[in-house]
C-alpha cells in the first residue's frame, strides 16, 4: 500500500485536533433536518412528492453522518470506495425490483390462449382493458 | 514508542497500517449490514409500490412522534459516541467511558420507546402475516406490519449489539486500555453505532411518514 507524505501528515494531525465542533455542528444540523421532516410530513404533498421530499432529507442526514460522525470526509479512498460500492448495490436492488414490479402486464399472446386474456374480455380490436391490468 | 509497538501485531509493520487494516475491514463488514438491510427496503418498497393506499393509512396508524423522538434519541447517542472518540484521542480514556456510558443509556430510551409501540400493536393486533387482525383492512396490510416487524426489529437487535459493544469499550477505556496512542477499538465501536443510526434515519421516514 503506498502510503504518501499528506496522507500521512493528515493522519497525524487528526490525532492532535479536536473534531468537537465540527460533531456538535453535525448534531444541529441532524435535529433540525428531523424536525423539518417531521412538520413536513404532516402536509400532503400530491403524488409521489411526499416520498421524494422524505427521502431527500433522509439522503441529507445520511451523508452528513456518513461524512463527519464516520470520518469518510477525511479518510483515504479504500474506505470510501467501498460503502459508495454498498450504494451503488442499494439502488441497483431496490431500482430493478421496483422497476421490474412497475413494468409488468399479461403476457401478449392471443386471446383466449394459454398466458393471454380470456377470449371474453378483449375489447374490439385493442389493448385489453386498463382495470384488468392488475 | 512504546504504546505502538505493543498494540501491533507481529504481520503488521507499524501501528498506523495495522489501523488502516482493521478500518478497511470494518467498513468491509458495515457494507454487508447494509445489504442486509437493503434487501427488506427492496422488499418493502415492492409492496409498498404493489399496495401503496394501504400501506399510507397502515403507515398513518402508527405514532409518529414516537418514531421522530426515537430519531432525535439515536442521532443524540451518535454525537455522545463522536464526543467519545474525540476525548480518547485527545488523551482522556475516562471521559470517553462517560460518554458511551451516556450513549448506552440513550439506546435504552430507545428500546423502552420501541417497547410502547410494540406493546401497542401486540394490543390492537397489529401482527405480522396470519396473525394479523388489526383495523386497517385490505390486501397488503398484513404485509405491512410484517415488513415493520422485520425492519424495526433487525435494527432493534442491531441496537441491542451495539450497546453492548458501547459498554465492553467503554469499560475497557476506563480501565485505562486505550489512549491517544491506540484508540481502534474505540473508533470501530463508534463506526458500528453510527450505522445503527444511519439506518434508523431511512427507516423512520419510509415507515413512519410515507
Known amino acids: ?134 | 514508542m512504546p504504546a505502538s509497538t505493543t498494540h501491533v501485531a507481529h504481520h503488521f509493520e507499524s501501528l498506523e497500517k495495522q489501523t488502516h487494516a482493521a478500518r478497511l475491514g470494518m467498513w468491509l463488514f458495515l457494507a454487508t449490514e447494509v445489504l442486509l438491510f437493503t434487501a427488506l427496503f427492496a422488499a418493502y418498497a415492492v409492496y409498498r409500490y404493489l399496495y401503496s393506499p394501504t400501506f399510507a393509512e397502515a403507515s398513518r396508524s402508527l405514532t409518529t412522534w414516537i418514531g421522530a423522538v426515537n430519531t432525535l434519541v439515536l442521532v443524540t447517542s451518535s454525537l455522545t459516541v463522536a464526543m467519545g472518540l474525540n476525548a480518547v484521542m485527545q488523551g482522556k480514556p475516562r471521559r470517553t467511558a462517560v460518554l458511551f456510558g451516556v450513549s448506552v443509556l440513550l439506546a435504552l430510551v430507545f428500546l423502552g420507546f420501541k417497547y410502547v409501540e410494540y406493546s401497542h400493536h401486540f394490543q390492537t393486533g397489529e401482527l405480522p402475516g396470519k396473525y394479523y387482525h388489526g383495523e386497517v383492512q385490505g390486501a397488503g396490510a398484513s404485509l405491512f406490519y410484517t415488513l415493520y416487524f422485520l425492519i424495526t426489529g433487525l435494527h432493534g437487535i442491531h441496537v441491542v449489539i451495539g450497546m453492548c459493544v458501547l459498554a465492553v469499550v467503554g469499560t475497557l477505556s476506563w480501565m485505562g486500555r486505550f489512549g491517544a496512542e491506540y484508540h481502534t477499538p474505540v473508533e470501530l465501536a463508534g463506526l458500528y453505532w453510527h450505522l445503527v443510526d444511519l439506518i434508523w434515519i431511512f427507516v423512520f421516514p419510509l415507515i413512519y411518514l410515507i
Do not use: C
Open chain 1, 1 to 134: 500500500m503506498a502510503e504518501t507524505d499528506s496522507e500521512s501528515h493528515f493522519e497525524e494531525e487528526r490525532l492532535h485536533h479536536s473534531h468537537a465542533g465540527r460533531y456538535v455542528w453535525v448534531w444541529a444540523a441532524l435535529m433540525i433536518l428531523t424536525g423539518l421532516t417531521y412538520w413536513l410530513s404532516r402536509f400532503h404533498f400530491p403524488g409521489g412528492w411526499a416520498v421524494t421530499v422524505a427521502l431527500v432529507i433522509a439522503s441529507a442526514k445520511g451523508t452528513l453522518v456518513a461524512l463527519f460522525f464516520m470520518h469518510l470526509w477525511d479518510q483515504r479512498g479504500a474506505n470510501r470506495l467501498v460503502f459508495v460500492t454498498s450504494l451503488v448495490f442499494v439502488a441497483l436492488l431496490v431500482g430493478l425490483t421496483i422497476a421490474d414490479n412497475a413494468t409488468r402486464f399479461p403476457l401478449a399472446n392471443p386471446p383466449g390462449s394459454l398466458g393471454g386474456w380470456p377470449a371474453s374480455s378483449m375489447p374490439q380490436g385493442g389493448m385489453p382493458p386498463a382495470g384488468e391490468a392488475r
